[in-house]
């Protein structure tokens, strides 16, 4: 592995809910909380949350697309919110992104060649060749070069993701943010695009910061897992000592979750059940843990003091005063939370 | 429709001049000679009906045209730069606290009562709707995901203005700009028949009626060919606004070549070569 393609410094992102203009109080909504995340060159960095926790505004943000209110991105080293709009027009070139609809983020009224070619026009490609890199393109991402004058409505979910996915890699980006590219498609269908971005990312040594809440999916194509809950990352480990060794009880929740094949297992198995709904104003709460008011080991420690995100291991990250250890649940909490903060 | 505009064309070969009159044959019922009969001068009134509708068409199609033209850029500029958005659309507001048919009135009375006058009299008054409709539609196209996918690709503005937003608010276009062409007939038959349109001696619509007020009682086909005409241009107008729509909606233009069939024969060949590739 290189070095880090990407980095995102304690990132920021709040929306202000304003309600009506004579009211000066602004509730604030922190959709992105002081997250930090890097990435290396080649690899596959899953982020998963459920809805609603700001994957999508880590997104967004990262693209370019959203302002962050405090807290820096830097790609290969160079903040990208520093940079004057021609720079940025060039360092689109390098970051691209595949979206989670694969109908809205096709123009419904452009032949899906042109819409290939889009990012290909836009960094000045010599006419001439486009047709013929476009073909090139569709026949990569498994579609067949003749449908070049049809529009994206004739076609399946799984085939215009395939186009997004063609438009993404178009200008041979470096990182290409995926924001829920299988979440919206067949099941069956997933697995033959996260096949195909596996391919693609061999063939043209692709960083994917792959962003879904369907952790079976990350499991599969993530080199490192991200679990983010309520904007601030609580979890951030190595694929297999994240699913093998999860340390936060909300990680325990998410995989647990997840429906197992066999029915037998399925029903032997002891689901944490999910307590409480998931808390609508929790976003601007300022005091204790995030996630205290559905933890199953919640103490009342966590209610006053926020955890930091440090080492439990190496290479095993979380913010949680009492750790899950040894895949229990329960966990024996330490008798001073201090300890273990340490 | 298509008759309408034929006959527009083919004003040549009336059978009496619209201006001719035949003092002689005053207030004629319909007859062979004068299908709609005659008017208070002897005018053959089917002559006139005809010659104004060229009228008719040709400020009703520049209004529109026009209109449609400034409402496009004025609707696109202001919804998609939010920071020219508010400026425009108090302006807008401003223009539209006026009763179009007024507004082209006081327009009117002020620069005199010529057709190009009358034209941009018109095109004021309908103008600030259209921007309305279009920049209406430009925000909502504007969520839609594919516009920010144009912009993570490195697509200027302006191309995204033009190319991605443009064609996806076709269809308000449309219907908003052949609403406009019927509205400016009718609207220049009100500024006519208020007296404020053209000068009498051209035949309008709007004139024609004016005229046949006073003999609505004693020769009512002066006022009922007119009308009739008017009528059936506004509501084939509008059906055609409908057509158009339906004719520029991507979704509907396959159903219309027939290609049901062959789209599903596609489809198997497509999931066949993803089959072929991915396993």
């Given at each position: 592995?290189?070095?880090?393609?990407?980095?995102?410094?304690?990132?920021?992102?709040?929306?202000?809910k304003?309600?009506?203009?004579?009211?000066k109080?602004?509730?604030?909504?922190?959709?992105?909380?002081?997250?930090?995340?890097?990435?290396?060159?080649?690899?596959?960095?899953?982020?998963?949350?459920?809805?609603?926790?700001?994957k999508?505004?880590?997104a967004?943000?990262?693209?370019?697309?959203?302002?962050?209110?405090s807290?820096t991105?830097?790609?290969?080293?160079?903040?990208?919110?520093?940079?004057?709009?021609?720079?940025?027009?060039?360092?689109r070139?390098?970051?691209?992104?595949?979206?989670?609809?694969?109908?809205s983020?096709?123009?419904?009224?452009?032949?899906?060649?042109?819409?290939?070619?889009?990012?290909?026009k836009?960094?000045?490609?010599?006419?001439?060749?486009?047709?013929?890199?476009?073909?090139?393109?569709?026949?990569?991402?498994?579609?067949?070069?003749?449908?070049?004058?049809?529009?994206?409505?004739e076609?399946?979910?799984?085939q215009?993701?395939?186009?997004?996915?063609?438009?993404?890699?178009?200008?041979?980006?470096?990182?290409?943010?995926?924001?829920?590219?299988?979440s919206?498609?067949?099941?069956?269908?997933?697995?033959?695009?996260?096949?195909?971005?596996k391919?693609?990312?061999?063939?043209?040594?692709?960083?994917?910061?792959?962003?879904?809440h369907?952790?079976?999916?990350?499991?599969?194509?993530?080199?490192?897992?991200?679990?983010?809950?309520?904007?601030?990352?609580?979890?951030?480990?190595?694929?297999e000592?994240?699913?093998?060794?999860?340390?936060?009880?909300?990680?325990?929740?998410?995989?647990?979750?997840?429906?197992?094949?066999?029915?037998?297992?399925?029903?032997?198995?002891?689901?944490?059940a999910?307590?409480?709904?998931?808390?609508?104003?929790?976003g601007?709460?300022?005091?204790?843990?995030?996630?205290y008011?559905?933890?199953?080991?919640?103490?009342?420690?966590c209610?006053?003091?926020?955890?930091?995100?440090?080492?439990?291991?190496?290479?095993?990250?979380?913010?949680?005063?009492y750790?899950?250890k040894n895949?229990?649940?329960?966990?024996?909490?330490?008798?001073?939370?201090?300890?273990?903060?340490? | 429709?298509?008759?309408?505009?034929?006959?527009?064309?083919?004003?040549?070969?009336?059978?009496?001049?619209?201006?001719?009159?035949?003092?002689?044959?005053?207030l004629?019922?319909?007859?062979?000679?004068?299908?709609?009969?005659?008017d208070?001068?002897?005018?053959?009134?089917?002559?006139?009906?005809?010659?104004?509708?060229?009228?008719?068409?040709?400020?009703?199609?520049?209004?529109?045209?026009?209109?449609?033209?400034?409402?496009?850029?004025?609707?696109?500029?202001?919804?998609?730069?939010k920071?020219?958005?508010?400026l425009?659309?108090?302006?807008?507001?401003?223009?539209?606290?006026?009763?179009?048919?007024?507004?082209?009135?006081?327009?009117?009375?002020a620069i005199?009562?010529?057709?190009t006058?009358?034209i941009?009299a018109?095109?004021?008054?309908?103008?600030?709707?259209?921007?309305?409709?279009?920049r209406?539609?430009?925000l909502?196209v504007?969520?839609i995901?594919?516009?920010?996918?144009?912009?993570?690709?490195g697509?200027g503005?302006?191309?995204?203005?033009?190319?991605y937003?443009?064609?996806?608010?076709?269809?308000?276009?449309?219907v908003?700009?052949?609403?406009?062409f019927?509205?400016?007939?009718?609207?220049?038959?009100?500024?006519s028949?208020?007296?404020?349109?053209?000068?009498?001696?051209?035949?309008?619509?709007?004139?024609?009626?004016?005229?046949?007020?006073?003999?609505?009682?004693?020769?009512?086909?002066?006022?009922?060919?007119?009308?009739?005409?008017?009528?059936?241009?506004?509501?084939?107008?509008?059906?055609?606004?409908?057509?158009?729509?339906?004719?520029?909606?991507?979704?509907?233009?396959?159903?219309?070549?027939g290609?049901?069939?062959?789209?599903?024969?596609?489809?198997?060949?497509?999931?066949?070569?993803?089959?072929?590739?991915t396993?």
């Open positions: 592995m290189g070095k880090d393609l990407l980095q995102v410094k304690d990132l920021k992102v709040y929306f202000s304003k309600s009506g203009f004579l009211k109080k602004q509730d604030e909504i922190r959709a992105v909380d002081k997250v930090t995340l890097s990435l290396k060159a080649g690899e596959t960095l899953g982020i998963v949350g459920e809805s609603g926790c700001g999508s505004t880590l967004r943000t990262i693209m370019g697309l959203e302002k962050p209110t807290g991105v830097l790609f290969e080293g160079q903040d990208i919110f520093s940079l004057n709009r021609k720079q940025m027009h060039q360092l070139r390098d970051i691209q992104m595949v979206f989670q609809d694969p109908f983020s096709l123009n419904p009224r452009m032949k899906v060649g042109d819409i290939i070619a889009a990012p290909l836009a960094y000045g490609y010599p006419n001439k060749g486009i047709r013929k890199k476009v073909s090139e393109l569709m026949d990569l991402v498994g579609i067949k070069p003749e449908y070049y004058d049809r529009l994206p409505h076609f399946s979910g799984g215009c993701q395939r186009i997004g996915i063609a438009r993404a890699i178009a200008l041979k980006p470096k990182l290409i943010v995926c924001d829920e590219p299988v919206a498609l067949d099941v069956s269908i997933q697995a033959q695009i996260i096949n195909l971005l391919d693609l990312q061999k063939e043209f040594h692709l960083t994917y910061l792959f962003i879904s369907d952790l079976s999916v990350v499991k599969n194509i993530a080199n490192r897992v991200a679990v983010i809950y309520l904007g601030k990352v609580v979890e951030f480990a190595e694929n000592s994240f699913f093998n060794q999860p340390f936060h009880p909300y990680t325990h929740m998410l995989l647990s979750a997840i429906p197992l094949p066999d029915p037998r297992a399925e029903k032997a198995r002891n689901r944490i999910i307590k409480n709904d998931f808390p609508v104003n929790a601007s709460a300022s005091r204790g843990c995030v996630f008011s559905r933890c199953p080991i919640a103490q009342d420690y209610r006053e003091h926020v955890p930091e995100f440090v080492n439990i291991t190496a290479d095993h990250r979380a913010a949680c005063f750790p899950v895949n229990s649940v329960v966990g024996e909490a330490p008798s001073d939370p201090r300890t273990s903060v340490k | 429709m298509i008759i309408l505009v034929a006959s527009v064309t083919s004003s040549v070969w009336l059978p009496h001049s619209p201006t001719l009159i035949e003092p002689d044959q005053r004629q019922g319909l007859s062979l000679q004068h299908w709609f009969g005659t208070n001068f002897g005018r053959d009134v089917f002559a006139r009906t005809i010659a104004a509708a060229k009228v008719s068409f040709f400020i009703g199609a520049s209004v529109a045209l026009i209109a449609t033209v400034m409402g496009t850029l004025v609707g696109l500029l202001s919804g998609y730069f920071k020219i958005d508010f425009v659309m108090r302006l807008i507001d401003g223009m539209m606290a006026f009763p179009a048919l007024l507004l082209a009135l006081a327009l009117v009375a005199g009562g010529n057709i006058n009358i941009i018109l095109t004021f008054a309908f103008f600030p709707q259209m921007a309305r409709v279009i209406s539609a430009v909502k504007k969520q995901q594919f516009v920010e996918a144009a912009k993570t690709t697509t503005s302006g191309t995204i203005l033009f190319f937003i443009l064609p996806n608010v076709v269809s308000p276009i449309i908003q700009g052949t609403f406009t019927a509205k400016a007939i009718l609207a220049e038959a009100a500024l028949f208020l007296g404020l349109g053209i000068s009498p001696t051209i035949p309008t619509w709007g004139n024609m009626l004016q005229e046949a007020q006073n003999y609505i009682t004693i020769a009512p086909w002066l006022c009922i060919f007119p009308g009739l005409a008017i009528v059936t241009t506004v509501l084939s107008l509008n059906i055609l606004g409908d057509g158009l729509r339906d004719a520029f909606d991507p979704h509907s233009r396959m159903k219309r070549s290609a049901q069939r062959l789209s599903n024969k596609t489809k198997r060949e497509t999931i066949n070569s993803i089959g072929g590739r396993v």
